[in-house]
C-alpha cells in the first residue's frame, strides 16, 4: 500500500505564493506519474499539474503561476504557487501512480492524498 501525504496548504492573498509538498511511502517499487489535482466547492475535481512517463503537464489556468517539481530519490512532489488568484482556491489533492512491491512481484498501484486545502483572499 502507497500513503501520500500533503502539506503546506493555508490562507493567502491574492497575488501571493504558497508551495504544496507531498510526499509517497510504502512499498513503493516505481513512481510513473504525480502530481496535483484540486477541487472547488461544488465542481470536479480538476488536474492542475503532472508528471507521467517523463512529460509534464499543466491545466491551461494555472501555465507560468504554477510550477511542479519532483524529487525522485525522496517520492516527493511539490507545487510551487505563484501570483494565487481567488479563482485558486479549492482543496489540493496529491496523485500518484506506478508499481508497489519488489522487483520480482509488484502490482500497480493509485493512490491520492487526503487533501489540503487553499484559499485565496481577494
Known amino acids: 500500500q502507497v500513503q501520500l501525504v500533503e502539506s503546506g496548504g493555508g490562507l493567502v492573498q491574492a497575488g501571493g505564493s504558497l508551495r504544496l509538498s507531498c510526499a509517497a511511502s510504502g512499498s513503493i517499487f516505481s513512481i510513473h506519474a504525480m502530481g496535483w489535482y484540486r477541487q472547488a466547492p461544488g465542481k470536479q475535481r480538476d488536474v492542475v499539474g503532472v508528471f507521467s512517463s517523463g512529460s509534464t503537464y499543466y491545466a491551461d489556468s494555472v501555465k507560468g503561476r504554477f510550477t511542479i517539481s519532483r524529487d525522485n530519490a525522496q517520492n516527493t512532489v511539490y507545487l510551487q504557487m505563484n501570483s494565487l488568484k481567488p479563482e485558486d482556491t479549492a482543496d489540493y489533492y496529491c496523485?500518484?501512480?506506478?508499481?508497489?512491491?519488489?522487483?520480482?512481484?509488484?502490482?500497480?498501484?493509485?493512490?491520492w492524498g487526503q487533501g489540503t486545502r487553499v484559499t485565496v483572499s481577494s
Open positions: 496523485y500518484a501512480a506506478g508499481a508497489a512491491g519488489v522487483a520480482a512481484s509488484n502490482r500497480p498501484f493509485q493512490s
